[in-house]
């Protein structure tokens, strides 16, 4: 696991920790030293710590004008037992939030797994993107399928062409723009 790297291609577009704005404004990273784990296997460094003990996220596009936030995610999602959902969405999704932010994109196909727990951060996230949305990208099969049975997949939009954008490709706005898309023909807007 260490040697999955979150997405560095977008750097000359975006940067969290000098963006003044960002939660992880002024973060200082190490490039040798792997301090943290996902169970016993070393992540790198690159990867931001979110308070969970096997959830980490990198924050790799945020477009204020655009309102619009894509992060990619590796770990564990564990409701169950770390409540991750309460913490990505106190520490992490209302501070981009409060800059006007209102549409998600989650890059999870570095998610090995979800654990359920009740719905009520992701039904409040959902409410309060009121004109945006809450976009699951690249998810892994069972991951979905174990949202769908938590009924999580009522507040977000996964599954589908959603599983099969190369993103990597596209620049953030591209994304954005196709995401955006199959959003709005998702929810006939």
Same mark, same amino acid.
Request: proline letters at 3%; hydrophobic letters at 35%; one cysteine or more.
């Given at each position: 696991?260490?040697?999955?790297?979150?997405?560095?291609? @977008? /750097?000359?577009?975006?940067?969290?920790?000098?963006?003044?704005?960002?939660?992880?404004?002024?973060?200082?990273?190490?490039?040798?030293?792997?301090?943290?784990?996902?169970?016993?296997?070393?992540?790198?460094?690159? @990867?931001?710590?979110?308070?969970?003990?096997?959830?980490?996220?990198?924050?790799?596009?945020?477009?204020?004008?655009?309102?619009?936030?894509?992060? *990619?995610?590796?770990? *564990? &999602?564990?409701? +169950?037992?770390?409540?991750?959902?309460?913490?990505?969405? /106190?520490?992490?999704?209302?501070? #981009?939030?409060?800059?006007?932010?209102?549409? =998600?994109?989650?890059?999870?196909?570095? #998610?090995?797994? =979800?654990?359920?727990?009740?719905? +009520?951060?992701?039904?409040? &996230?959902?409410?309060?993107?009121?004109?945006? &949305? #809450?976009? =699951?990208?690249?998810? /892994?099969?069972?991951?979905?399928? *174990?949202?769908?049975?938590?009924?999580?997949?009522?507040?977000?939009?996964?599954?589908?062409?959603?599983?099969? #954008?190369? &993103? /990597?490709?596209?620049?953030?706005?591209?994304?954005?723009?196709?995401?955006?898309?199959?959003?709005?023909?998702?929810?006939?807007?």
């Amino acid at each position: 696991m260490q040697d999955i790297e979150p997405y560095y291609n @977008w /750097r000359h577009h975006y940067i969290a920790s000098e963006d003044e704005r960002s939660p992880f404004y002024e973060r200082e990273y190490s490039e040798f030293e792997y301090t943290n784990a996902i169970y016993n296997y070393l992540i790198h460094p690159q @990867w931001d710590d979110i308070n969970s003990p096997t959830l980490y996220i990198k924050i790799l596009s945020v477009d204020y004008d655009q309102k619009f936030a894509i992060i *990619e995610m590796i770990g *564990e &999602w564990n409701d +169950c037992i770390n409540n991750d959902i309460m913490t990505l969405k /106190r520490d992490i999704i209302e501070p #981009i939030m409060e800059h006007g932010i209102n549409k =998600f994109i989650l890059i999870g196909e570095n #998610i090995l797994n =979800f654990h359920a727990s009740d719905d +009520c951060y992701y039904e409040e &996230w959902f409410e309060e993107v009121e004109d945006g &949305w #809450i976009a =699951f990208l690249n998810f /892994r099969k069972h991951v979905l399928d *174990e949202f769908q049975q938590a009924n999580i997949d009522y507040y977000i939009v996964s599954g589908g062409q959603l599983n099969d #954008i190369a &993103w /990597r490709t596209s620049s953030p706005q591209q994304l954005f723009e196709k995401v955006e898309l199959f959003v709005q023909k998702r929810i006939g807007a």
